[in-house]
């Protein structure tokens, strides 16, 4: 994340990350209970990166994936299955899902090469 290691970050930083308005954050608070970022002691709203990474789950499910508020509320709070939150995550990443995929496929193909054959490696590098 561009977060520079922060542990706080104020809402304008989170909207310049995220390319979102102060409005729109306010209201996804009101319509997302699992978003509930703290309030400094000025009452200040200050976001941690889980709260940054949930708002990009929200943003990606409403503006990407076309969901409607209540679609994405719902997608969320189903989202006990720990492998569908990692391809969710991995979509979001820098790296695409399709590379991620290819990657492991390669990895597996390597490993399964290895298993049959660990001189093989050694002959595909000749």
Not at 17 to 25: A, F, I, N, R, Y
Not at 58 to 71: F, W
Not at 76 to 86: F, K, R, T, Y
Request: proline content about 3%; overall charge negative; hydrophobic content about 35%.
């Amino acid at each position: 994340m561009e977060s520079g290691g922060k542990l706080y970050y104020s809402i304008s930083e989170v909207c310049s990350m995220t390319g979102l308005k102060p409005h729109v954050l306010r209201y996804w608070e009101t319509a997302f209970p699992m978003l509930k970022p703290s309030k400094n002691q000025s009452g200040n709203r200050v976001y941690k990166e889980g709260d940054i990474g949930l708002i990009k789950l929200i943003s990606r499910l409403l503006y990407r994936e076309r969901y409607t508020i209540d679609g994405a509320r719902q997608k969320i709070e189903e989202m006990d299955d720990l492998e569908e939150q990692m391809e969710l995550e991995l979509s979001t990443a820098t790296v695409s899902f399709e590379t991620m995929d290819m990657i492991k496929r390669e990895i597996s193909e390597l490993i399964d090469l290895l298993d049959r054959d660990p001189m093989a490696v050694d002959k595909q590098e000749d």
